[in-house]
């Protein structure tokens, strides 16, 4: 073996070191968590509002105009308190070489949950995305996604882990240049146990008798096979639901199987699988432009769309023609964590008569309705 061989396997083995004990120290804070926080002894809730990039500063200004509208009284009342963070924005990321610039994050963090516009994540360099960045400084281990499709009878919802997995060592892999690279995939027992948890327990609190684990166990097999193995050990206190070990692949075929999909429930997922079958989810739900997300921890929480800042949007002058509904959709779920779910009915009933209805329609282009159209409608069904 020559010089330069020995010196990359010096190099990586110091590297792979650090990147353990890093994650070992990850898991023992995580097995030493605090009770999550419960909204129910909190009289005054501060929600902060991030606009982000491209088409997210369009969209967030509209959904909180719709929300200002649905929680007039709470505002006046002051059991809500409305607060915009600035500087979430590629910009100044950029500028100060920071995922989230540490004025950013302590602003955040005076907040109880988020609500965030969509931030462009480039692609390369050094900057990590500003989302992933967030779910692991706030530690916001489930993301939770639901789709519906009423006239299929689909009504999902996904548990993606959010924490860990291919995410959690995502830009610290090691390289040899010119002939190999490696990335880590992280799975611990505490990582796993929490969102298997929310995931049964969900299933239990709203009567779904069907959790599917979704894994690729069978090639991954220390990583996702702890995963699967640990949803089980969770199911077990969970007798009345059905727990179904399922791959990735197949999954995938089955979500645009008619008649089968349907029959599916409660997913819980691995980080990379999860966020990869919401896209699709969303797709069928009607686009990725419709659906929100939740990505909850046991203090924080932070609620946004699940596609992209549409940076072709913006270049092509279309910014105004965004549709809002993802993040609309990502308020109800805001509400319904903070216990306000008299309001988030309101909401989810006035967002399915505007689809029923379709009186205002959002195409993304000139053809089609504005984001501030849009909105509109939605305040005229409350
Ligand atoms: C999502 C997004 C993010 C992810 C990106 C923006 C980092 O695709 O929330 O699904 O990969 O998790
Ligand atoms: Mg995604």
Redesign the pocket.
């Known amino acids: 073996m020559n010089k330069i061989e020995n010196t990359n396997i010096a190099q990586a083995t110091a590297h792979f070191e650090n990147l353990l004990r890093e994650q070992l120290a990850r898991a023992e804070k995580m097995a030493n968590a605090q009770p999550p926080k419960d909204f129910k002894t909190i009289d005054k809730i501060t929600v902060g509002f991030c606009g982000g990039d491209g088409i997210g500063p369009i969209i967030m200004k509209e959904t909180r105009r719709v929300l200002e509208t649905l929680l007039a009284d709470e505002l006046a009342e002051g059991r809500l308190i409305f607060k915009d963070i600035e500087g979430l924005t590629i910009e100044n990321r950029t500028a100060k070489g920071k995922a989230i610039p540490d004025d950013v994050l302590a602003e955040i963090k005076t907040c109880d949950v988020i609500l965030k516009g969509p931030t462009e994540?480039p692609k390369g360099g050094t900057l990590e995305?500003a989302?992933?960045s967030m779910r692991r400084e706030l530690d916001l281990y489930a993301n939770v996604r639901p789709v519906t499709v009423p006239e299929e009878g689909i009504d999902w919802i996904f548990y993606r882990e959010n924490t860990e997995g291919e995410?959690a060592l995502g830009s610290k892999g090691i390289e040899v240049p010119g002939v190999l690279a490696m990335d880590f995939k992280v799975t611990t027992d505490c990582g796993t146990k929490r969102i298997a948890r929310a995931a049964f327990e969900y299933a239990r609190k709203n009567g779904k008798t069907n959790v599917a684990i979704v894994t690729k166990a069978n090639i991954m097999k220390k990583t996702d096979g702890k995963f699967s193995k640990l949803c089980h050990e969770v199911a077990a206190d969970y007798p009345e639901i059905t727990a179904e070990d399922w791959y990735i692949d197949i999954m995938t075929a089955n979500l645009i199987k008619k008649g089968r999909r349907s029959q599916f429930q409660v997913f819980v997922l691995p980080n990379l699988y999860g966020?990869i079958i919401?896209?699709e989810a969303a797709e069928i739900q009607g686009g990725v432009g419709t659906a929100g997300?939740a990505n909850i921890g046991d203090c924080y929480a932070m609620f946004?769309a699940?596609h992209?800042s549409a940076p072709r949007m913006m270049e092509e002058g279309r910014g105004e023609y965004a549709n809002p509904s993802s993040l609309i959709k990502a308020s109800e779920l805001l509400l319904r964590h903070i216990g306000m779910t008299e309001a988030a009915d309101r909401l989810t009933d006035a967002m399915a008569a505007c689809d029923k209805e379709k009186a205002v329609v959002i195409t993304n282009h000139k053809d089609g309705a504005t984001c501030k159209e849009f909105a509109d409608y939605v305040i005229s069904k409350l």
């Open positions: 994540t995305s989302n992933v995410y966020d919401t896209d997300s946004e699940i992209g």
